[in-house]
């Protein structure tokens, strides 16, 4: 079982599907993700259109994920994600997670997300080209929001 | 086999073992043969449930192939009970097949040779031509009647290398194939950000070795092994190998270099080709072996 990242540094939205994968038994996790996999649908017209630009693509993703970030007039984010490999399963999933677990939350707290919450989710097992292009999904999510935190300092 | 001497689309490659390739159409015409067991192999552990070939069952390289907790592959225990919980006897063809190009159905067909398990073969443009044909997939899982097989000792020695001996290998400028990116093989990559578990301490190769990355003996488009002809301009026209050739394959895990071997014994035709699974992240830590740059 792989011991979940304090609670205190994830996102209370992320924090509870780390817990409750955290005592999931291999099946559950499996079962799991893919429910978050089948929701997935790719960043929808008025946000991004192929081809997609370099700065979105997700660093070390074999999967070829991308991620968009829109303001809210709130000053948090929607996220929004594609995934051009069919077979980006795992990365399908992560998008979902990531979109319904960050968007609308407040910057600093998507910026404080550790990587670490990729093997808290998807197991030890996840291989160590699959851990990296799913960390750098998240990097990706990170760096939006950093960009909108240092806009903000400046204004 | 039955069926492999008329798979044509395999005959035409001009392969030196074609029976350990078939080709989609052979596949989809055998999945009801009961002598057939299809096993697909993944690095997504979400792809097999997310949809695989009817019938397919999944073998995972690391929960199902590895050690728990030892570096090591699963002893004849555990392969014994791997064959029986996915229903095959040592009579029982394994037709391999998985996402990324095979690499992780190579893999898992070269655990099998260190068991013996001869009946067996890759389809040959793995997950992706399967789908790309818009072939069916499903997301059943097989009901398995469980087997008794058994298994010999695992054999290390024929198509597995180890640091000592692969430090011979070297010492004796025998031929050497790292097939991992040309960024690793420079030593320009180091270890993967946030994966120190996997990392190493020093970059570059074994002193000698070839840099010829795994994924060149594919088509990218389908994922299919190149031709016989084209696979020998690469690792005989331009890095000088020889069917009689000793030669040592590895990546960093011994993952990569397993489609290598593959490609290297089955379709070229070598005689003697081992996989250092050890590979860089024991050489790249070891102190005080070589290391080239």
């Known amino acids: 079982m792989t011991e979940p990242t304090s609670p205190a540094r994830v996102p209370p939205t992320l924090a509870e599907v780390v817990q ?40 070390y993703c ?4 991308y991620a968009w970030a829109v303001d809210r007039p709130d000053g948090t984010l929607d996220f ?3 995934v051009e490999n069919p077979q980006g399963i795992s990365a399908m999933a992560w998008a979902v997670l990531l979109s319904e677990t960050l968007s609308g939350r407040p910057l600093d707290e998507v910026l404080a997300v550790p990587p670490e919450v990729v093997r808290n989710i998807f197991g030890n097992e996840v291989s160590m080209g699959k851990g990296l292009g799913l960390m750098g999904m998240l990097d990706l999510v990170k760096h939006e929001a950093r960009l909108r935190i240092v806009r903000a300092r400046r204004a | 086999m039955k069926g492999f001497d008329t798979d044509l689309e395999i005959q035409k490659k001009g392969y030196a073992r074609p029976e350990v390739l078939v080709s989609t159409e052979w596949l989809a015409d055998h999945l009801d043969d009961p002598t057939v067991r299809v096993i697909e192999s993944n690095e997504d552990l979400l792809l ?5 070939i009817p019938g397919a069952v999944h073998v995972d390289w690391a929960h199902d ?7 090591d592959y699963i002893q004849r225990s555990g392969f014994e009970a ?3 919980r996915i229903g095959i006897t040592p009579e029982t063809t394994c037709v391999f097949y998985g996402d990324r190009n095979n690499w992780w159905a190579c893999y898992a067909f070269w655990v099998f040779q260190l068991f013996g398990h001869t009946r067996a073969a890759v389809v040959d443009g793995g997950r992706i031509k399967w789908e790309k044909e818009g072939r069916p997939m499903t997301r059943d899982v097989p009901k398995i009647a469980p087997t008794r097989y058994t298994a010999p000792e695992r054999d290390d020695t024929r198509i597995r290398a180890f640091r000592d001996e692969v430090l011979e290998h070297m010492r004796r400028r025998l031929p050497m194939i790292d097939v991992r990116s040309p960024q690793e093989f420079t030593g320009e990559r180091t270890h993967m950000p946030e994966y120190p578990q996997e990392g190493v301490l020093r970059g570059g190769h074994i002193p000698g070795a070839r840099s010829v990355p795994w994924a060149r003996a594919s088509n990218p488009e389908d994922g299919t092994f190149r031709s016989a002809a084209e696979l020998r301009a690469i690792y005989e026209g331009e890095v000088g190998l020889t069917p009689g ?16 071997w593959f490609v290297l014994t089955y379709l070229l035709g070598y005689s003697k080709v081992r996989n250092y699974d050890g590979s860089w992240t024991e050489w790249g830590n070891s102190v005080g072996l070589p290391i080239e740059r």
């Open chain 1, 20 to 59: 409750r994968l955290s005592i999931a038994s291999r099946e559950e996790r499996t079962e799991t993700l893919l429910e978050y996999a089948d929701r997935f649908e790719s960043v929808p017209p008025e946000v991004a259109t192929r081809p997609f630009s370099e700065r979105h693509r997700a660093p």
């Open chain 1, 62 to 65: 074999e999967s070829e994920a």
């Open chain 1, 80 to 82: 929004h994600f594609a």
């Open chain 2, 48 to 52: 097999y449930p997310a949809g695989h």
């Open chain 2, 65 to 71: 192939l590895n050690d728990p907790v030892r570096r």
């Open chain 2, 82 to 84: 791997l064959a029986s």
């Open chain 2, 245 to 260: 050739d000793d030669v040592v394959a590895y990546c960093r895990i011994g993952e990569r270099s397993s489609h290598t």
